[in-house]
């Protein structure tokens, strides 16, 4: 785009004005699922070296009235360039507030700990603690079963606040997971700073153990440095019962992935749960 004078945009180029179209579309879009509720949560298990499904991480869905169920990736980055994350990310909250208060009340399912990725912005949002304790007050969440995961790219900046944050949400129980672990660009130095709990090995690493040296290095090497912080650790992105393996013997007891079970409802999540 060519600046024509000083507010009109002149586009020379027709596949780029298509593209700022299909942008502002889905803007639009974004703003209607918001209001006439077109989320859904779904579940994705975690497990024990046993199988048995000991948490699992709730994953947003999008069901589009044209286009059906849509990804995630497609949205969450446009969500996250307008406030729209904030309200998006409070829905996603109670909801899986209201899952674990409801959990509670059945003997199986009471121990079970749920997942929720908090996006940056969201994150740093000036008026993020009081929307999350508001969600926590209306749905009596046990929260000693929320577990929040948040990626490297929070640590980078204004770590005074991050940690103040974080620590006021732990004095509730709440604990913090690291997502996507080893794909950011940051210094290893936060993770001594920082009140996590639990250390995401991210799935592309996950995937590539048994091909490639220096992946397996690099899982192994986390788990070693999980271990040694007193960190839990999750591997995610299991596909491959070879991969299981590899992990079990490298010392990491905790999965998530295909292998185990994709992403589901939540009445889907409990029939499996319920059935063993
Ligand atoms: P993520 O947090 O890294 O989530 C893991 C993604 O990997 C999920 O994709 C999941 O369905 C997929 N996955 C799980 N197991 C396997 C496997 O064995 N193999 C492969 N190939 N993929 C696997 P999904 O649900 O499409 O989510 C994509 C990303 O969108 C998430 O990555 C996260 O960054 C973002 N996202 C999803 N839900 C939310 C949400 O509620 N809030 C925020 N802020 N971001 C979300
Ligand atoms: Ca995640
Ligand atoms: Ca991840
Ligand atoms: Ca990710």
């Known amino acids: 785009a060519k600046d ?7 586009f020379f180029d027709p596949a780029m004005q298509a593209a700022l179209l299909a942008h502002v579309k889905l803007e639009a879009d974004l703003h209607q699922a918001q209001e006439n509720q077109q989320w859904l949560l779904y579940y994705q298990p975690q497990v024990n070296s046993c199988g048995t499904i000991i948490g699992v991480e709730a994953l947003l869905r999008w069901e589009h ?7 995630p990736c497609e949205f969450i980055p446009l969500l996250e360039s307008t406030e729209l994350i904030n309200d998006v990310g409070e829905w996603i909250l109670a909801g899986a507030c209201q899952q674990l208060a409801r959990w509670a009340q059945h003997p199986r399912l009471s121990t079970l700990t749920i997942s929720v990725n908090l996006s940056p912005q969201q994150f740093r949002d000036k008026h993020f603690l009081s929307r999350v304790e508001g969600v926590f007050a209306r749905t009596q969440a046990p929260l000693s079963r929320l577990k ?5 790219s929070l640590f980078v900046a204004a770590q005074d606040e991050t940690r103040h944050k974080m620590l006021a949400l732990k004095a509730q129980g709440v604990r913090f997971s690291l997502d996507d672990f080893g794909t950011g ?7 001594a700073q920082l009140p996590l709990d639990q250390l995401k090995i991210d799935q ?7 091909d490639s040296q220096a992946n397996a290095s690099i899982v192994e ?9 007193n960190l839990e650790v999750i591997a995610e992105g299991v596909e491959t019962e070879a991969q299981q393996a590899w992990l079990l013997a490298h010392g990491c007891h905790v999965y998530q992935g295909y292998l185990f079970g994709q992403p589901v ?5 409990e029939r499996r749960i319920e059935k063993v």
């Open 265 to 269: 409802t939540v009445d889907e999540m």
């Open 148 to 152: 929040l995961e948040v990626t490297e």
């Open 65 to 71: 009235p044209e286009r059906g169920m849509v990804s």
């Open 204 to 210: 592309s690493f996950v995937q590539q153990v048994l």
């Open 221 to 229: 090497s986390t788990i070693a440095l999980a271990g040694s912080l």
């Open 185 to 191: 660009y940051s210094s290893l130095a936060y993770l």
């Open 4 to 10: 024509n004078g000083r507010h009109t945009l002149c």
